[in-house]
């Protein structure tokens, strides 16, 4: 059971960092998180579903409930919790023909999700070391060599999933060795040359004849290392690198041609290719501070994609960049700076779903506007209205609503402004249609939310409980035929909206989409691509009305923004828990929870405005501190 | 004189050290003890997917005894070849509970493994090796590229089935429970790995890696060591992916010297043991201009079958395409695949559905006609290969995998028997693939995957 595997982790709560008020306080709400769990949670278990979900081969849907009974705090589980009360919620478990629970019953087990976290110890999690993705790669090589970062476009492309990046292949550490290579071409002269400009700048004057060569190359080395590790290089380190310099020397190899031998083998080290620890902490802390460089690396290659420059490195130095003023002033001036386009391409986009926007298929015969540069007009867009939110501290409420967007003349025939918009250039233009603004009215996001040929309002649905909201969909049960396999004769008058309604007369499948359907109907009229609609591609009038569970209804998508407007904290808190994820590149679990609440209090009294967001999570207890074990 | 080139070769392998395992010189076509002294070719694996299943009337043989006379529809490009091919039904696939949807993500990631992905794990990649992996690990010490792992689309997909890793929806190669293989999909970056070269900017061809990478990939490896001894237990298997990636490039350095070695020698007029007077010369391979599909997949093939011929590598995985779609304009029509194997029986899909079979199948056929065509020892190339095609659904409309349709190809050195139908073969796909390894001549020491036996109507009765 992985959940056993993983108790080796198990820690102690952190003493030296706790306040004592704080701490009664905690451990009050621990006390009653533990009593909630004995005297409801764990009757309602065995009742339910121990039935099914128990400690046996092969467990029941991979749930097995016999582990979290005795320790239901272990963060191992909190993400089957958060599933299991999903079906609960949704009335799909436990399964027709079973005992039912009463509504109070479930309603108790909804609330267990807000005290679980309560059981979790002070912990910043696991930090699992990770190598630079691609393009961190590629705009690090050019930041220290001028190389263009397209250098790496050869390499294989990434998934983004946990693990992946972790992992190398031998293909990989190929490349790695070729590309150094190419690297070094580029930015050396050939040997017998005269030096580049770079070159003379990271090897500095070659050593006076009968001067000590391997002296000057253990310098240079130390310099370098500094740089491409991206902190002081141990002893043993520059060792290794000194013998590399002699093997150069040893293969009869020139000075500056074994020092560029000695800069390859930096250059396919795992000091450069993972963001690593510095050495020495103390061994007997369960739970450390991060060094201050591998600070400043965590935060450069979050928010810029790339290296620390020479600010960051400075401050790492001399010890102060974990100082909260300190690193709260660096984040704001890492914002401003043109790099940080690296946190919406990265982050952004990936939470907005147009990662693949590029490449997505659209049907050409029915959307021939579809090429690479209106794909580009559209993940722009959102780039620039992400980008403007942050640099000017807007509250996030500027997502679900604002006046103003980014067009060309080709996206601008999209909202129908062409005339207002002429040329190819992105510029801000104010908007006066109540339905646009924000991300719901963006092409970009209907577009990767909809077919290949047709708009989904379950996808559209599922994009704003999910990446909005932060709700947990529950996949769809196995062997429901999609929309094509319905019975095509008794369902060719229907209209797309009565069709997709047919969900809900199924009692399986309504449970969800009587939730998201009518989200997705809001934005029925906006086509495949965004275009506005009055009218379906049968000719049928839109009816984007609907009503959410509790009985508020919308009838248009500016409706449905407001009602969702009305929901800011939930957004607000996805948000959080989200680029958290990003930024700790692992899920959130167990003792997350309490960190995301406090976060959620700073955030909650500055407006919800972004760059407090973001340094709320920057400084945040797991993002500044690790285990070390 | 061939004692002597032995000797080279060892003196060259001490250099690897300890983490080469020394596979079984003769069971790797290595032997030189035959009774006529003779070069035996060694046996190579070839694996080629297509997602999504096919149209079953179509793809299907009628009975046993008229596969070859009448072949249905789909195996219509491999008529020249069916002699060669062995079609074999009821192998089904890996159950998929407890998933209940990510079909294709399941789909691919299993098709060598016959392994589902561990379910309290989904987030990560935690599976098991696949068999291509497994082979390679066995035959994979003695040519410059252990495998060979080819794709003609990105190996990205932002969709996330059932809580699934990412990279099981487009990766089917696994070189440990916890590490997906990449594929090359630029035929120019494989033909410049097949020789170690680079295209310089200038047009230049430089030198791949050299034997001074190696000693100095052996100083990182040593400072590697160091450092993690510094990480947490957690870090430390990480960077052990890292470390066997550079034991893994070292070994293919010294491969790559043994070659040099050996064509050294044969320029001297000591004549290498390895190739036969009479055999084929290497093929030629034509870099398409334009992005033709047929001619996209067809260069990869081409690359698949020069890396055999030349035994760059004996295992070779090529995924035609993945779940996440393509669509193929060449047959007239611009839908994806995928969106048409949901075809609820409508006659328009199921014929776009079942062209795309066929062209899928048709380049396959492609593939194994020139292996065919390629003279190798007493025989072709194909003879010493096992080419097994296939995907990982029966029926991509209800996502079934009872009877997976997969094609083998070739007499894998004379341990397959081909030109058959076996119409009610009672096994699973971990039995198929631990069967053909056992046929390639690669020791298993345990089933793959789901396996519980072999299938015995496989190879031939020797």
């Known amino acids: 059971m992985a959940v056993f595997v993983l108790s080796v982790f198990w820690v102690n709560p952190s003493t030296c960092m706790a306040q004592s008020a704080d701490d009664g ?81 479930r309603q108790m087990f909804l609330e267990w999700l807000d005290k679980v976290k309560y059981l979790s110890p002070q912990d910043p999690g696991p930090f699992v070391i990770r190598r630079l993705t691609k393009t961190e790669y590629g705009n690090t090589l050019h930041d220290l060599f001028g190389v263009d970062p397209k250098i790496t476009d050869a390499m294989p492309d990434e998934v983004s999933g946990a693990g992946y990046l972790n992992s190398l292949s031998p293909l990989q550490l190929e490349q790695y060795l070729s590309i ?48 491409l590790y991206r902190r002081p290089a141990s002893d043993a380190e520059l ?17 500056p041609a074994s020092l560029r031998l000695m800069l390859k083998a930096m250059l396919v080290s795992p000091q450069f290719l993972f963001i690593t620890p510095a050495e020495g902490f103390d061994t007997k802390a369960e739970i450390v501070p991060l060094d201050d460089f591998q600070l400043a690396s965590r935060l450069s290659y979050l928010l810029w994609a790339t290296l620390p420059d020479e600010e960051l490195m400075t401050l790492a130095d001399s010890g102060k960049l974990r100082e909260p003023p300190i690193l709260k002033a660096q984040v704001k001036r890492m914002l401003e700076d043109p790099r940080s386009r690296a946190l919406f391409d990265g982050f952004g986009a990936q939470w907005l779903g147009l990662g693949d926007l590029g490449s997505k298929t659209f049907d050409p015969s029915k959307f021939p506007e579809m090429n690479g540069a209106m794909r580009l007009a559209m993940y722009d867009e959102a780039r620039l209205f992400f980008e403007g939110v942050v640099r000017e501290n807007r509250s996030i409420a500027s997502f679900i609503d604002s006046d103003y967007t980014f067009l060309n003349e080709n996206l601008a025939a999209i909202y129908g402004l062409e005339k207002l918009v002429t040329g190819t250039e992105m510029r801000k233009v104010q908007l006066t249609d109540d339905n646009r603004g924000g991300i719901l009215g963006m092409p970009g996001v209907l577009a990767a939310t909809s077919f290949p040929n047709r708009t989904s309002p379950v ?39 009565e069709r997709t309604e047919l969900h809900r007369s199924d009692p399986v499948c309504a449970n969800c989409h009587r939730l998201l359907d009518p989200i997705g109907f809001g934005l029925e009229n906006f086509d495949a691509i965004g275009r506005w609609r009055d009218q379906d591609d049968n000719g049928a009038p839109i009816n984007a009305s609907g009503e959410l569970p509790g009985g508020v209804r919308f009838s248009s998508p500016s409706e449905l923004k407001a009602v969702i407007a009305q929901r800011l904290d939930a957004f607000a808190r996805n948000l959080v828990e989200k680029l958290l994820a990003y930024a700790l590149c692992r899920k959130l679990e167990g003792y997350d929870e309490i960190v995301v609440d406090e976060l959620m209090q700073e955030i909650t009294q500055d407006d919800y405005r972004m760059q407090t967001l973001i340094t709320a999570v920057v400084t945040s207890y797991p993002f500044t501190h690790r285990r070390t074990e | 004189m061939i004692k002597n080139s032995t000797i080279h070769r060892r003196t060259c392998l001490k250099g690897v050290g300890a983490a080469l395992a020394l596979p079984l010189l003769d069971a790797m076509g290595w032997a030189e003890a035959s009774e006529r002294n003779a070069y035996k070719p060694p046996v190579r694996l070839g694996f080629m997917y297509m997602p999504h299943g096919v149209i079953m009337e179509q793809f299907w043989p009628t009975d046993a005894a008229s596969f070859l006379t009448s072949p249905p ?10 002699d060669q091919c062995l079609l074999m039904k009821g192998v089904s696939g890996v159950p998929i509970s407890p998933f209940s949807g990510a079909p294709h993500a399941l789909e691919l990631s299993t098709w060598l493994t016959a392994t589902l992905p561990d379910p309290d794990k989904r987030d990560e990649i935690s599976i098991s090796i696949s068999a291509d992996q497994i082979a390679a690990n066995y035959v994979g010490a003695f040519t410059t590229l252990p495998s060979l792992e080819l794709a003609t689309m990105p190996q990205t997909w932002k969709e996330n089935q059932e809580g699934l890793n990412e990279a099981y929806y487009s990766h089917c190669s696994f070189r440990s429970p916890t590490q997906a293989v990449p594929a090359e999909t630029n035929p120019r970056n494989v033909l410049d790995r097949l020789f170690n070269q680079k295209e310089q900017g200038s047009g230049r061809a430089s030198a791949g890696i050299s034997a001074l990478d190696r000693n100095m990939l052996d100083l990182v490896l040593g400072g590697a060591r160091d450092l993690r ?42 004549r290498s043991s390895r190739r036969h007077e009479s055999d084929s010369p290497p093929i030629e391979i034509k870099i398409p201009e334009g992005d033709r599909r047929s001619e996209y997949m067809q260069v990869m093939c081409d690359l698949n079958v020069l890396a055999f011929q030349t035994d760059t590598t004996r295992v070779c995985t ?111 796909q971990g039995d198929l693939l631990t069967t053909l390894l056992t046929c390639a001549g690669i020791p298993l020491d345990r089933p793959i995957g789901i396996a519980t036996k072999q299938l015995t109507e496989i190879p031939a009765n020797v």
């Open chain 1, 459 to 497: 996808k559209r649905g599922v994009w704003v409980l999910e990446q909005v909201l932060g709700d947990h969909v529950p996949a769809a049960p196995p062997n429901v035929p999609a929309l094509e396999k319905q019975d095509q004769h008794s369902i060719a008058h229907l209209t797309l909206r």
């Open chain 1, 239 to 255: 060792k290794v690198l000194e013998d590399v310099f002699d093997l150069g020397r040893h293969n009869e190899l020139s000075y």
């Open chain 2, 73 to 82: 529809p789909a195996l219509d490009s491999l008529r020249p070849v069916l």
């Open chain 2, 318 to 428: 090529y995924i035609g395409s993945t779940p996440n779609g393509v669509s193929y304009p060449e047959l007239g029509f611009n839908d994806q695949h995928h969106s048409q194997t949901h075809h609820n029986n409508e006659p328009e899909k199921v014929r776009k559905v079942a062209a795309i079979t066929a062209f899928n199948i048709e380049q396959f056929a492609y593939m194994v006609k020139k292996m065919h065509s390629l003279r190798e020892g007493d025989g072709t190339l194909l003879d010493n290969c096992i080419m097994m095609w296939g995907s990982g659904l029966e029926d991509g409309d209800r996502h079934t995998r009872e009877n997976l349709p997969f094609i083998l190809a070739g007499r894998g050195g004379g341990s397959i028997k081909t030109g058959r139908f076996l119409p009610d073969v009672k096994g699973n």
């Open chain 2, 229 to 270: 001894r510094t990480l947490s237990p957690t870090d430390q298997r990480k960077l052990d992916e890292y470390l066997d990636s550079v034991r893994s490039v070292e070994r293919r350095i010294a491969a790559i010297e043994l070659r040099q070695k050996e064509a050294a020698m044969e320029k001297a007029g000591v």
């Open chain 1, 25 to 105: 306080a905690r451990a009050a709400r621990k006390a009653d998180a533990e009593k909630y769990f004995r005297n409801h949670v764990a009757p309602f278990i065995k009742t339910y579903c121990l039935e099914c979900h128990q400690n046996r081969r092969p467990t029941e849907a991979g749930l097995n409930f016999n582990p979290a009974l005795k320790s239901p705090g272990h963060a191992a589980f909190s993400e089957k919790w958060k599933k299991a009360a999903a079906r609960v919620k949704a009335h799909d478990m436990p399964p027709d023909g079973l005992e039912q629970p009463t509504e109070e019953e």
């Open chain 1, 180 to 227: 150094a290579d190419q690297v070094l071409d580029q930015a050396f002269a050939p040997d017998e040359s005269p030096p580049t400009e770079l070159q003379q700048r990271l090897f500095g004057e070659p050593p006076a004849s009968g001067d000590d060569a391997r002296k000057a190359a253990r310098k240079v080395a130390e310099s370098l290392a500094k740089k």
